[in-house]
């Protein structure tokens, strides 16, 4: 994967306790909107990486463990360590600058900030380089995170097998994986609507075998759900 010359590092400016605490707050908000859609999803990840670097920049580098741990301790330090590698990522990928004192702005408005030049040029360029691409998708692609298989053997260099055993990772990476599932069926059925070049025959028969897996699914839900149900029950 070719690389651009990497981009300028922009010093830090002089910590604030009060910036501090607007952009922790800024990274749980957005940590908590994380599973909405695909596209998003991954601009949303993207930019938390971005504020992860901001408040460790802010806090000091000797300090941001602890007060990660401290003032974010639903987002896993695994999860805070892969996107800040990807948005590094980012930065050599595209040779773009972050403008000094930028706001990180939320995927989910992306499209319509970049009310300043500098801060467009890190919008759009986020955008290309997120594509239509999920987030686990891009953390694979360039190899901030192992392809693993759901509950098994991960997919590695390595030849010792592995398995995932933080639970709010494996539903992060199920959620995605279901997502990106959902949004191919809506790209091919509804956008690009590739059912119009089969025969008619055939158009039913692949409508019967979406009413035979909705009606599968439908049976094992219940048990499922108390499954699921249960399992938030338990008392640690």
């Not at 300090?63 to 590698?85: D, G, M, Y």
């Not at 500098?118 to 987030?135: H, R």
């Not at 592995?162 to 995605?176: F, K």
Request: charged share 30%.
């Amino acid at each position: 994967m070719s690389k651009i010359v990497k981009a300028p590092k922009i010093p830090p400016a002089p910590t604030s306790p009060e910036k501090a605490d607007a952009l922790i707050e800024n990274a749980r908000a957005m940590y908590a909107r994380l599973a909405s859609g695909i596209h998003e999803n991954a601009l949303r990840g993207l930019f938390l990486g971005w504020l992860f670097i901001q408040i460790r920049d802010e806090v000091g580098h000797g300090n941001f463990l602890r007060v990660a741990k401290e003032r974010l301790p639903e987002i896993p330090v695994r999860t805070r360590s892969e996107l800040i590698k990807l948005f590094k990522e980012f930065q050599e990928e595209t040779g773009v600058a972050l403008p000094a004192g930028a706001s990180v702005p939320d995927a989910q408005l992306a499209l319509q900030l970049g009310r300043d030049a500098a801060e467009a040029e890190v919008v759009n360029a986020a955008i290309k380089f997120v594509g239509s691409k999920s987030l686990h998708a891009l953390m694979v692609e360039y190899e901030v995170r192992e392809k693993p298989k759901l509950g098994g053997k991960r997919v590695t260099k390595k030849p010792a097998p592995a398995t995932i055993t933080d639970a709010e990772q494996l539903a992060l990476q199920t959620r995605e994986e279901l997502g990106s599932w959902i949004e191919r069926g809506r790209q091919l059925l509804l956008r690009e609507n590739v059912c119009q070049h089969l025969p008619a025959e055939q158009i039913r028969a692949f409508a019967d075998s979406l009413n035979a897996l909705r009606t599968d699914w439908r049976s094992k839900l219940g048990d499922l759900l108390k499954q699921a149900e249960d399992k938030a029950n338990v008392t640690p």
